[in-house]
Structure formats: structure tokens, C-alpha cells
């Protein structure tokens, strides 16, 4: 960097942490949230029923259409050869079998692919959506094991596949950083977003080297991969210079932008849309796959489908990293915490955006003399790591929640217990108050439903015949985000209907179902009389479905829209109607149409508003206001995780035999959709607990288990009933109260299986995942 | 070729080498069946052969001429949606929707196999009549993955299906 980039960077830096400080002072009425959302008073809508998925039917007789399902007349298929070597230069590649194989149209590789740039990383702009930016088959250069080489284009997907395998390529092999401890000699501070992945409170090691009682230990683990599973697909085609694209993602504007930015072409020209995703959890966004698909279809002037096979998502999408992390916590005899230490490292490519930023959990879980946060990066040569769901807070709790556990039975204390005695009254951290957090009544309401007093301290105590029995529990926690760039059109027609239209996704989230309930409720609607039009690159907003945020992005969104609406409405409305004379701020939507807010018989109809000023319709489209109501609070969802386990004593076989989680996320939505996502978190979690690993040859730096036979996860018999319950307590700072559901479950169940472990059998595990061989 | 799909008469050109899977998604455009690891890994594939639940990727569309074919959309009645399509519904036992259709193929297969008195490794009577209790259910759909995990409402609406059929 130059001297007036630093120069630029650090005035930037400057200007930054004062406007962030401005934002902590400003009085709460000046910032987004500062006034409660009037949908939280609203006691008698939708929101807050169990209301059954609006594309349930659809979904169930097969009829929804997913990317790989979009028939294009003339359409051809692709298949993709992958680089067997980690690093270095193809030397010679042998493309003429194929290219003469039946039923082949085109073998591109980087001899006559379209040239291209380089495909924007992730939080480098506001809407890149790259896992990397490395070129996409524009040389000779190998970055990782696994890297696409060539594409082939075949009438029929046999017909590419086979193509495909007659391939042949030879390789000049380059030195590769493949085995993680060498690449640990050498690492740097991680950034996320732009902060530095680093805190130092006090003297952290000191206090801890001072206090009576202390937990110094080491976790691991593993990397993962999402297994959506829906295989990354896309079906797309070019008019003219204008390319069209069915995508399987969870960022259908980004896709667009990011996509432009590759081609040449203006942000207009490129169309996503992804109205059903088979399971994201961080893995669908911008790979390669898409552009190759999109630059073989310009050069063939054919539609394309390409659908990656159950390996090549693992050659070509990458998944979370490993982590490395050592927890130290230094308390007094009451248990209060004088030292947080969480430091570690983590492997992550030269070319990504995320090092799995561990330590995000810890920055407001508990009060504490003293901090010291630390992510350290190891480079290695590999598919680019990146978001997994909750990617940060999954592991990293493993570890805290762990060490918190180990420092309880230290103290001869109840766990719960000293998790409360060093409950914060503000964030530990930023300093900043809590926008509401109810940890404490969910540890209450989870352990008198899940029998925690029936829980013996002494590990191995309870027994059945060969199976110890043990519980365990541990902290949930995510963080509220809202993304900048939400935005919203609502259109009224005169019969009284409503549609949103929002660029969002439906991963499986329910987005479409809690939306129009929501919307239902804002305006005063039956259910029936919403439509929620949604992921399409041409609809308003940038919306991300990552961060747990899309429904707070959208909700913004749909409260300014919604605003603009009523103005409208209102002016619309004129001196004849009962609604004279009223403010936007003094009425709310009810039966049909618009009524005092404190008077419900002073309304008018929509549709008799309409009639009256000869309108067809009224429409209005506004951007969410940005999110500054997380500069100003402290704003995270928690849960308590309660877990049973029983391991046999023979063969070591571990079973989850009860698990409860107790939410405190606000406002839950859709009581039905919403416990489906907890339990989906958690599952995941379990997962990450008993099972999963991609395994790495740190030899060949390929991945050795890119099957769902060789990388487990849970299936029906590892699951028991998982059991759900919530405060249901709304943030008066988030639209509609609610902080988010999605990431949430899975965090924290590691550590409560791991907990639940020790209880019953004495062994510590700390080393994920806890399979048999490491209780025997 | 000649196929018969959900009862109707169907001809398809395809390869020798296509799968039971890609003729019915890519020649047939019966895309409700899905693929999700193309190795017989997750039975997002899963369709019924004669009654009986298969993956249908590992099976070569050449050799089911001839078989009656089941797929998901031919589940449904001809006023709705059958009775444990709306028990998925109603239990919320998917999600993101994509391992939908193999779950619910897989169920009406299961529940015939336990009908038949087929064991699975958790029946400890083999002489007695199956009861599908949780863990039978459990172990009997364990060949259908679901990474959003909605497992629950899977064996909640697979419960309520086969005890109300039974009762």
C-alpha cells in the first residue's frame, strides 16, 4: 500500500470511528428502531400464529421449479474436468477426444474462453458476491486441487459427462501450502469487513496468571461444507448482450452486479432470478460455475445447464475453515470473571474474504475484568473458504461454551449458574446497552422444562445397563444484523389486494409465508389478499438471505414503503373521507383499509379510497433507512441449549436422546416456520458435534470425502424430538421486534453435547467431532 | 423406450446410459424428482418400482421398461393433495422443499414394507406385527437426508399418516 493510500485508509478509518461514535451518542428517537415498530402493540394479526407455508402445496407434489428445472428450448449441458494438483501450471491439456466425442458442442478452456475480469470478493463492494476473485479460466495457473479446466457443452448430460473424463491434462507442480502446522509458522491478524478480528481489554493475561481459579484449553475444528441438498446449479441464456440467469442463490442482485462486473456488461443487462433454493446456509453464491456456464453459452450461442455433481460442489464451492482455539478464562472464588482469553488461528485462502471470524460470540457473552480476542490467519493453498451458516459464532462457542463448562465443574459450581453470575448488564465490549436481551429468563424457562435439577454434577453418575446418561448445557448466540440497501414496493389495486415486491429468497426460511403475514397485519388484510413477489434481480433492494437478516432487512424495508403508502393513501383519501385530517403516524391498516389508529371506527376502505380518487391502483417504492440502530444498541439473539446424551460404555457409541433449546429472539413471526429453523440450526449443530469433517489430504491438498457417503450428517435416527420454546419477548428496536432466527440454533450445540459428554462419561472432548473412538 | 409413469403410457429416446432419474427429470420433464448426490447417498431420488421405494439414480432407465413407475407428482389425488402430502404440509416436514419429493416416496414405500412385515435393524420381534413407533420410522427413513432438518415434522406427518390409516 502506498503512503496515500494508508494516508486515505487511515483519514477514512478516522472519519469512520467518529461517525460510530456519534451514532452510540445520538438519542434513541434519531435512529432507525428508535420508535417501536406499531406492529409489536398489534395483538390479534397474523404474526405471532403458526400459519402453514404458503408454497407447501406447490413443494409437496414436486411442482416447485427449482434453477436445474427451468427448461430453455435448444438448451445444451455442461460438465466440468478438474485440476488434480494443489498449485502450479497446466502444461499441456489434451481437449481433442473430447471435442470429438458424440453430442459435443464446445470445450472451452483457457485457450478460447471469452475474456473475463476477475469476479468480485465478497465485502469488497456492496454487492460482490464472489467466494473469491481469483481469474476464472483465463491461464495456465493452478490455485487450489480441484480447480475447473476446462468446460464441455453436450446435447444431453451423458454425453458432457463422458466428454468430460477424456480430458487429459499434464501439470509443472509449484511449492503448495497444504499442511496446516507449516502454515502456522507464518500468519497474519484476520480482518472481517474491514475491523480487525482483534480486542485487547486490560491485561487480560495477567489477571488471568492472578486469579484463583483458571481454564487454559485448546479446541479444534474441522472443516465443514454446507450439503445443501440441492446441487449448485444454473440454467441460463444471452439475448443479445443481456444474459439471463436461473440461479440457485441466496443473492439474486448481488449475482446480478457481480455478474456484470466479470462480463463487462451494465448491472441492467444481467437477470437473476432463484424463486426456489434447495438449502443454502452460506454456500449458494457467486462460484465459478455460473460464469463458466455464462461464458460457454456466449461462446457456444446456446442456453445452458450446468448442475455440479455431489463432487464438484466440494471441488468448487468452498465450506468452513478449521479452527484452532484456545480459551483461558481466570475467575474468582464467586465465579466472576476477571479474564477472557480467546485466541486462535484459523486456515483461509490468499484470495477471501472470511477468516472464520471465531471470537464474534465471545465480544458480548459475559462481563469480564479483562479481554483478549484474537484471530490469527494461516494461509494455505485451497477452495476458498467461506460463509457457513452462523460462520464465527458455530465453532467459536464450541470453545467458550466448553471452557465455561470446564471452569463451572473447576469451581464446583452449576453451570447455568455461573453463566449468570457473569451476565453483563451492558455489551462487555462496544460498551453500548442492549437493545433487549432475556438470556437469563431462557436459562429459567429451558431448565425447568428440560429437568435440569434432576441433573447429577458428578460425571458417569447415572447409568442404564451399558449407557451412561449425562446433561449438558450451553449459551446460543447471533447477532441482529440489517444490511444496507433494503428496499420495498408495495402496490394497493383498487379490489383491495396488496403486493410486495422485495429482491429476497426462499431457501426454505418461509420468507414468502411470514412476509405476507406480515404485510397482512401492516395493512389490515386477510392473508389471501397478499401477494409476495420476490427473487428477481429486477425487484427493489439488495437484500442478502445471509446474516440472518433478510427478514429485518425486508421488514425496514416494507415499514418506509409502507410509510410512503399511507401518505399517499391519506392525500388520496382527500376532505370526504373519515380519514380527513390524520397524519400518516396517526393510522394503522384494519379491515381492509385505513382506520384511526386509537378510534377503529373512524376508516375507509382501500378500495373505496381508490374508487373515490379514480385510481386503479397506488403504489410506493422507498429504501430502508440504514442500519444504524446496531451502532447504537447492542443487539443479539440468545438461547440456552439443553442436551442428553447417552454413551454406551462398551463401544463408546454416543446417542442424543433429548435436546431442548430456549430462544430469546424477539418477536418470533411464524411460530411453525420459525421452531422449523431452530431445529434446523440445531441439527446442523449436531452434526458439527457428532459427525461432520472434510477431510483434507494435507499431502495433496484435495479433499478426500466430497460424497454424502463419505461426509455424514445427521440422518432421521440420529435425531431425537427436538423440543422449542422462546421468550417471545419483542426488540423495541428491530422491525416487527424480531432479531432473526436462522443461524441461531446451531450455535452453542456443540458445546452442549460436548458438556453433556463429560457429565456422563468424565471425558472431556475437545476435539470436534466427538466420535466413538475418542470416548473409548 | 416405453415407460409407464404414474400410470400413463410414456416413449423417450434416451441413452443407454441415462439413469431412471435423468429420464424422468431431463427427458420426461417429471422434474419433482430430485438429485441431490447422484449415488444413492441421500434419496432425494427416491420413486416408487412396482411398490417398492428406489434410488433412481442408480437405476438405468433401460431396465425399467416395462415397471410401474411412481413418481411424486403422481401422489396426489385427484381433488388434493393425499392425505401425508398434507401432513407435510401441516407438520411443516420440509423446508427448503428439495428433499421432499424422495421423503415422500420413501414413506408410502416404508409404510407398505412394514405392512408386509419387511424388519428393519431396530425390530426386536421379528415374528410380530410391525408397529411403526418413532424409532422404526426413524431407522426406516434414515436413507432420506434433509440438511434443513426438518426431520421432526417428517416423522410427526409420517406418524399421523399411518396411525390414522391403521386406526
Not at chain 1, 357 to 385: C, H, R
Request: proline residues 5%; hydrophobic residues 45%.
Amino acid at each position: 500500500m502506498s503512503v496515500v493510500q494508508d494516508a486515505a485508509a487511515l483519514a477514512q478509518g478516522a472519519a469512520q470511528s467518529v461517525m460510530k461514535k456519534a451514532v452510540e451518542l445520538a438519542p434513541d428517537s434519531w435512529l432507525p428502531g428508535g420508535k417501536p415498530d406499531p406492529l409489536i402493540r398489534q395483538k390479534h394479526g397474523l404474526v405471532g400464529t403458526p400459519v402453514s407455508r404458503i408454497d407447501g402445496p406447490l413443494k409437496v407434489k414436486g411442482a416447485a421449479r427449482f434453477a436445474a428445472e427451468i427448461p430453455l428450448e435448444n438448451m445444451v449441458y455442461a460438465a466440468l474436468a478438474h485440476s488434480t494438483i494443489p498449485r502450479g501450471r497446466i502444461v499441456t491439456l489434451d481437449v481433442a477426444s473430447a471435442e470429438a466425442a458424440a453430442g459435443v458442442v464446445l470445450v472451452m478452456t483457457y485457450r478460447n474462453a471469452p475474456r473475463l475480469q476477475p469476479p468480485p470478493l465478497f465485502l469488497t463492494a456492496a454487492k460482490a458476491v464472489s467466494g473469491d476473485n481469483l481469474p476464472v479460466m483465463q491461464d495456465a495457473e493452478i490455485h487450489w486441487n480441484g480447480q475447473p479446466i476446462a468446460v464441455v457443452l453436450a446435447e444431453t448430460q451423458e454425453q458432457a459427462d463422458h466428454a468430460a473424463s477424456l480430458i487429459v491434462a499434464t501439470y509443472e507442480r509449484a511449492p503448495a501450502r497444504t499442511a496446516f502446522e507449516a502454515a502456522k509458522a507464518d500468519t497474519a491478524s484476520g480482518s472481517f469487513g474491514g475491523e480487525p478480528l482483534l480486542l485487547e481489554i486490560g491485561d487480560a493475561e495477567a489477571a488471568l496468571a492472578a486469579a484463583p481459579h483458571k481454564i487454559d484449553a485448546t479446541y479444534t475444528t474441522p472443516r465443514h461444507n454446507h450439503n445443501a441438498i440441492e446441487l449448485h446449479a444454473a440454467t441460463l441464456t444471452w439475448q443479445g448482450d443481456d444474459l439471463i440467469i436461473h440461479d440457485a442463490t441466496q443473492a439474486v442482485s448481488h449475482t446480478a452486479w457481480s455478474l456484470a462486473q466479470v462480463f463487462g456488461i451494465r448491472e441492467a443487462q444481467v437477470r437473476v432470478t432463484s424463486p426456489y433454493v434447495g438449502g443454502g446456509f452460506g454456500g449458494k453464491t457467486l462460484w465459478q460455475h455460473q460464469i463458466l456456464a455464462a461464458a460457454a453459452a456466449r461462446l457456444a450461442g446456446r442456453p445452458v445447464r450446468i448442475v455440479l455433481s455431489r463432487e464438484g460442489v466440494y471441488r468448487g464451492v468452498g465450506g468452513r475453515s478449521m479452527t484452532e482455539q484456545r480459551v483461558a478464562i481466570g475467575a474468582q472464588i464467586d465465579g466472576g470473571f476477571d479474564a477472557i482469553v480467546h485466541t486462535g488461528t484459523v486456515a483461509m485462502t490468499a484470495n477471501n474474504a472470511l477468516p472464520e471470524p471465531f471470537i464474534l460470540a465471545t465480544k458480548a457473552a459475559y462481563a469480564a475484568g479483562s479481554f483478549k480476542l484474537d484471530v490469527q490467519v494461516a494461509e494455505m493453498d485451497m477452495i476458498a473458504n467461506t460463509f457457513m451458516r452462523a460462520p464465527g459464532e458455530s465453532v467459536g462457542t464450541f470453545a467458550l461454551e466448553s471452557a465455561v463448562d470446564e471452569l463451572a465443574v473447576e469451581l464446583g459450581l452449576d453451570p447455568i449458574e455461573l453463566r449468570l453470575r457473569n451476565e453483563p448488564e451492558k455489551d462487555p465490549t462496544a460498551g453500548t446497552p442492549f437493545s433487549s436481551r432475556n438470556l437469563v429468563e431462557a436459562y429459567r424457562a429451558g431448565a425447568e422444562r428440560f429437568g435440569w435439577a434432576t441433573r447429577s454434577a458428578t460425571p458417569g453418575a447415572r447409568r442404564d445397563g451399558e449407557w451412561l446418561i449425562g446433561m449438558g448445557c450451553a449459551t446460543a448466540a447471533y447477532p441482529y444484523h440489517r444490511m444496507p440497501g433494503g428496499a420495498a414496493r408495495l402496490t394497493l389495486t383498487k379490489d383491495g389486494r396488496v403486493t410486495v415486491a422485495v429482491a429476497a429468497h426462499e431457501m426454505g426460511m418461509g420468507t414468502a409465508t411470514a412476509h405476507s403475514a406480515i404485510a397482512a397485519d401492516r395493512l389490515g388484510l386477510p392473508l389471501d389478499q397478499v401477494t409476495f413477489e420476490y427473487a428477481d434481480s429486477a425487484l427493489p433492494g439488495v437484500v442478502l438471505a445471509g446474516g440472518s437478516q433478510q427478514t429485518a432487512s425486508v421488514g425496514a424495508a416494507v415499514i418506509a414503503a409502507h410509510g410512503a403508502l399511507v401518505t399517499e393513501l391519506l392525500k388520496l383519501a382527500g376532505n370526504d373521507s373519515p380519514l380527513a385530517g390524520l397524519k400518516a403516524d396517526d393510522v394503522a391498516g384494519y379491515d381492509g383499509g385505513l382506520c384511526k389508529r386509537d378510534e377503529p371506527g373512524r376508516h375507509e376502505t382501500y378500495a373505496s379510497i381508490l374508487s373515490r380518487a379514480q385510481r386503479d391502483q397506488v403504489s410506493a417504492e422507498v429504501a430502508a433507512p440504514p442500519p444504524l440502530e446496531v451502532q447504537h444498541w447492542s443487539m443479539h439473539s440468545h438461547g440456552a441449549m439443553f442436551c442428553e446424551v447417552r454413551v454406551n460404555a462398551v463401544t463408546g457409541e454416543l446417542r442424543i436422546s433429548r435436546f431442548l433449546g430456549s430462544f430469546d429472539c424477539g418477536t418470533i413471526i411464524n411460530p411453525k416456520t420459525a421452531a422449523s429453523q431452530f431445529r434446523g440450526g440445531i441439527i446442523m449443530g449436531l452434526g458439527l458435534a457428532l459427525m461432520e469433517e472434510t477431510q483434507f489430504d494435507e499431502r495433496s491438498g484435495r479433499i478426500m470425502n466430497p460424497s454424502l457417503a463419505e461426509y455424514h450428517i445427521p440422518v432421521h435416527m440420529d435425531v431425537p424430538a427436538i423440543d422449542i420454546i422462546w421468550t417471545d419477548i419483542p426488540d423495541p428496536h428491530a422491525p416487527m421486534g424480531a432479531r432473526g432466527v436462522g443461524e441461531i440454533g446451531i450455535t452453542g450445540v456443540a458445546a452442549a453435547v460436548a458438556n453433556a459428554v463429560f457429565n456422563a462419561t468424565g471425558k472431556r472432548i475437545r476435539d470436534l467431532p466427538i466420535t466413538l473412538d475418542k470416548l473409548l | 423406450m416405453h415407460f409407464t409413469v404414474n400410470g400413463k403410457q410414456v416413449e423417450a429416446a434416451c441413452d443407454l446410459r441415462t439413469s431412471l432419474l435423468d429420464l424422468l427429470r431431463d427427458y420426461l420433464g417429471l422434474t419433482g424428482s430430485k438429485k441431490g448426490c447422484n449415488q444413492g447417498a441421500c434419496g432425494a431420488c427416491t420413486v416408487l418400482v412396482d411398490g417398492e421405494r428406489i434410488n433412481s439414480c442408480l437405476a438405468l432407465a433401460v431396465q425399467y421398461q416395462g415397471r410401474a413407475i411412481t413418481t411424486v407428482e403422481g401422489l396426489a389425488t385427484a381433488d388434493g393433495l393425499s392425505p401425508l402430502q398434507a401432513a407435510f404440509v401441516e407438520h411443516d416436514g420440509f423446508q427448503c422443499g428439495y428433499c421432499t419429493p424422495g421423503q415422500l416416496c420413501s414413506a408410502v414405500g416404508m409404510a407398505d414394507e412394514a405392512r408386509r412385515g419387511v424388519p428393519s435393524n431396530v425390530t426386536e420381534d421379528l415374528a410380530a406385527d410391525i408397529v411403526l413407533d418413532h424409532d422404526e420410522l426413524r431407522e426406516r427413513m434414515s436413507g432420506n437426508l434433509c440438511r434443513c432438518g426438518a426431520y421432526n415434522g417428517i416423522i410427526a406427518a409420517i406418524s399421523e399418516t399411518y396411525a390414522k390409516a391403521a386406526a
